[in-house]
């Protein structure tokens, strides 16, 4: 059997051309942040890894103790990244009024520290914690700065937290965990999680529907650094699709997205955002 070669390589000249003059809403994913030191856990050079579901997380105290354990110490190094090159060309768009603004996957908040400003944190955000009981939110500072009373020696045993491998959701991947303390709501004494969207959890309804009112108010999608593998992303190409919208994709390696984009840009998010910011 031959092997299949498209007609062309798309480049982003094609890319260009189509979304030139246009209003764009971008949906961007973990490809987004690579750049900025957070490892894309589903791209083609990362280890695979078994993300954590909410089943898991409620119903299992020895898992749930070392999930807090992992990200009480990578929450540490999260918190210190800082947006990059391609956070940054969006911010550029939106201030040109060429973006009307970013459905994001990503929980890190790096468009916001970037100064995006119409940003919808479709997986939430790991700077706030919920309580599952009570429904009160706090700050993840907040809870640090708990989890550290309660645990007083950890971070110290730890070592380098640059050493210490982290994932998207600040979940670092460390042995001893045993003798973490977790904390409980300190309003109610129920169970504290990250407010974050996880396998086996909806996003909620009010903002599904902000995001697709997002895409309704743009004439084209461009999905930037998402491999569109859960369906809470790849439902935003299929509205553009459905409502005659053009919709391109930058990414590096298969997206299950490629079939029904108009343009798939096999290219660096960061670099081609920057070349879009310019010559848009
Ligand atoms: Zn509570």
């Given at each position: 059997?031959?092997?299949?070669?498209?007609?062309?390589?798309?480049?982003?000249?094609?890319?260009?051309?189509?979304?030139?003059?246009?209003?764009?809403?971008?949906?961007?994913?973990?490809g987004i942040s690579t750049d900025s030191g957070i490892p894309d856990y589903r791209g083609p050079d990362s280890p695979p890894r078994n993300p954590m579901t909410y089943q898991q997380f409620v119903g299992d105290e020895a898992f749930r103790r070392h999930y807090w354990a992992r990200?009480?110490?990578?929450?540490?190094?999260?918190?210190?990244?800082?947006?990059?090159?391609?956070h940054k060309a969006l911010v550029r768009l939106e201030e040109r009024g060429i973006l009307e603004g970013i459905i994001t996957q990503n929980v890190d908040l790096l468009h916001e520290d970037a100064g995006s400003r119409n940003v919808i944190d479709l997986h939430g955000r790991y700077d706030r914690v919920i309580c599952l009981s009570c429904a009160r939110v706090v700050s993840r500072e907040h809870l640090a700065d708990r989890l550290t009373e309660l645990n007083p020696h950890f971070l110290e045993s730890i070592g380098d937290l640059e050493d210490v491998?982290?994932?998207?959701?600040?979940?670092?991947?460390?042995?001893?965990?045993?003798?973490f303390v977790p904390a409980a709501c300190e309003f109610c004494g129920g169970m504290l999680k990250p407010e974050i969207v996880y396998f086996g959890e909806n996003v909620p309804r009010e903002r599904v529907e902000r995001a697709y009112a997002m895409v309704d108010a743009a004439d084209a999608l461009l999905v930037a650094g998402s491999s569109l593998t859960v369906m809470s992303g790849l439902r935003f190409v299929k509205h553009a699709v459905k409502t005659d919208k053009p919709v391109v994709i930058v990414n590096r390696g298969a997206t299950r997205g490629d079939p029904l984009a108009t343009i798939k840009l096999e290219a660096g998010v960061s670099e081609t955002l920057e070349e879009l910011a310019d010559r848009l």
């Open positions: 059997m031959l092997p299949e070669t498209p007609a062309t390589t798309p480049t982003t000249d094609d890319v260009l051309h189509l979304l030139r003059g246009k209003r764009l809403t971008a949906l961007t994913g973990a990200n009480h110490v990578g929450w540490q190094r999260v918190h210190r990244t800082h947006p990059n090159g391609g491998e982290t994932a998207p959701d600040a979940d670092a991947v460390i042995e001893s965990t045993a003798h």
